[in-house]
């Protein structure tokens, strides 16, 4: 089943709630990118924010921490009101935090880098709920897609239809019409888009060009 999460990082953050109605019948997820300048160049935002935009929808909070200590604030993502939330392998430690996100109810969600190899969360997979194969480097929206990372792509949904694992596959970065089916075809089924669906005159129009594209 495809799924899309527009990613708020690309919509207007004086105008939150606004950009949310707009997309919200066509998205499955929405998708919030929390930076936190240090794992990645760039600040965004934290968990009231988090918090706000669950007091105005129902959607699915799908929270991306580009964090170096997410640890920290596992706690209050949940109490802002977070459905999902998806830490970096990269940061030294994840796997023990994904015992405390379930504790905490969280989904719980393994993010990798374009060039962290399969082989570096291979084994976390029976773990996870989802995992995000991240198709640009993190820290900012309308970046290029990398094609180079679909083998891997590829990879690691072959491994969790071999192991008979219900895991949902995400791609971040780049996704548009064009690049999504190139993912899904590679086994994606969760689609991020932030600059393709904020930067659109009709936000919902263009999450909705995404999903037919990717169903074709
Ligand atoms: C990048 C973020 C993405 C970003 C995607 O660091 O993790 O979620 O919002 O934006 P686009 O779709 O514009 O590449
Ligand atoms: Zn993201």
Request: charged share 25%.
């Amino acid at each position: 089943m495809t799924r899309i999460a527009p990613s708020i990082l690309s919509a207007d953050f004086a105008e939150l709630a606004a950009s949310i109605d707009r997309v919200a019948p066509e998205a499955d997820l929405l998708h919030v990118d929390v930076m936190d300048g240090h794992f990645v160049p760039n600040l965004t935002i934290g968990p009231p924010v988090v918090a706000a935009i669950r007091r105005h929808t129902d959607l699915y909070l799908d929270c991306h921490l580009m964090m170096t200590n997410p640890g920290d604030f596992l706690e209050a993502f949940a109490k802002a009101g977070a459905n999902g939330v998806s830490v970096h392998i990269e940061v030294d430690g994840t796997a023990e935090l994904f015992a405390e996100m379930r504790k905490l109810g969280l989904d719980v969600g393994l993010a990798v880098n374009p060039d962290t190899p399969f082989e570096a969360y291979e084994r976390w997979l029976p773990e996870l709920d989802l995992v995000l194969v991240m198709t640009v480097f993190p820290g900012f929206g309308g970046q290029k897609f990398m094609a180079e990372v679909m083998p891997k792509l590829a990879q690691t949904r072959a491994a969790i239809a071999e192991r008979g694992l219900r895991v949902s596959v995400e791609v971040d970065g780049g996704i548009d019409e064009r690049t999504g089916p190139v993912a899904a075809l590679n086994g994606a089924d969760t689609f991020v888009a932030g600059n393709a669906i904020f930067g659109a005159e009709d936000p919902r129009a263009a999450a909705r060009r995404i999903r037919d594209a990717v169903d074709e």
